[in-house]
């Protein structure tokens, strides 16, 4: 059992947790992820590692309460335990050693496996530029977190209720044109944002890693699930990513399989609300 020692409510439907697993947090990197079960009867979710303390030995994860599993999740409290709570998973964020500034673009719920990139690089002495992005400003998460972490922070929403009024890409290719020079550029979000992010940076050679999310079960590279086609080769987001080169990555591949499971998913009944999810 893994027992919850901190819960804060990021907005009305993020939720950051810090989850006491010493053998985990002694080990991650970021980039990396784990797979949660809250109950017996819970399924298996992976989500990125947001942050980890070594020396108190806890493990830091932030989510959305957006199906039966992560508001399950949601409901515990601090003191309340966890059945399962797996690893590190998947292979941790590498960058050459010549880099020397990175743009690092969130996008929503994106920005929470963001800012352990950001934190990463900046701690070790590169210059980060923190992109975030947000439908509005009331959904608007870990601002003070990535502002620590980063030589600059833009935000942007959608709708210009905050920040920069616009999308993460016009920000991102605005400072390239003005002749900012990264080495390279990490986009971890929704899989259009990163594929956008991926067209911009494409013509200027800048190199670019994604973050991917597809479907996932056993988080071993055993089920399959979680394949994605990059480079014309056939790689599991489990054990080969998540992270991968985004100019490689068959994105409308990737869209349409996650969307596999749509016109079910809309019509499940939520046991723990009544209503359809």
């Known amino acids: 059992m893994y027992k919850i020692v901190a819960k804060r409510q990021l907005n009305q439907q993020i939720v950051l947790m810090e989850v006491e697993a010493p053998y985990i947090a002694a080990k991650a990197q970021a980039g990396q992820f784990i797979i949660f079960r809250v109950d017996e009867k819970g399924e298996r979710i992976p989500l990125t590692i947001a942050d980890c303390d070594k020396q108190k030995g806890t493990v830091t994860i932030i989510f959305q309460t957006i199906g039966a599993s992560t508001m399950r999740l949601a409901q515990l409290e601090e003191g309340d335990s966890i059945l399962d709570f797996v690893g590190p998973l998947g292979v941790a964020t590498h960058f050459e ?3 020397k500034k990175v743009a690092v673009v969130g996008g929503g719920v994106g920005c929470a496996i963001a800012y352990p990139q950001a934190k990463s690089l900046f701690n070790k002495g590169v210059s980060v530029d923190v ?4 439908r509005s400003k009331d959904i608007v998460i ?4 990535m502002k620590k972490v980063s030589d600059r922070l833009f935000v942007t929403t959608d709708d210009g209720t905050y920040g920069t009024k616009g999308f993460v890409t ?3 290719k605005k400072l390239i044109e003005e002749g900012e020079k990264y080495d390279a550029v990490v986009a971890i979000g929704p899989v ?3 594929k956008f ?7 200027y050679g800048i190199k670019t890693i994604v973050s991917l999310n597809p479907i996932m079960v056993d988080g071993t590279g055993m089920c399959g699930g979680c394949r994605v086609t990059v480079g014309g080769q056939l790689k599991y987001a489990c054990v080969d990513g998540p992270d991968f080169d985004g100019h490689q990555v068959d994105f409308d591949e ?3 399989r996650n969307g596999s499971y749509k016109e079910q998913e809309k019509d499940h009944v939520c046991r723990l609300t009544g209503g359809v999810r």
């Open 254 to 256: 990737l869209m349409k």
């Open 97 to 99: 050693d010549n880099v």
């Open 192 to 194: 259009p944002m990163m």
């Open 131 to 134: 992109i975030a992005g947000f």
């Open 197 to 203: 992010v991926c067209e911009v940076t494409k013509p």
């Open 170 to 172: 016009d920000v991102l």
């Open 142 to 145: 870990l601002e003070d977190e």
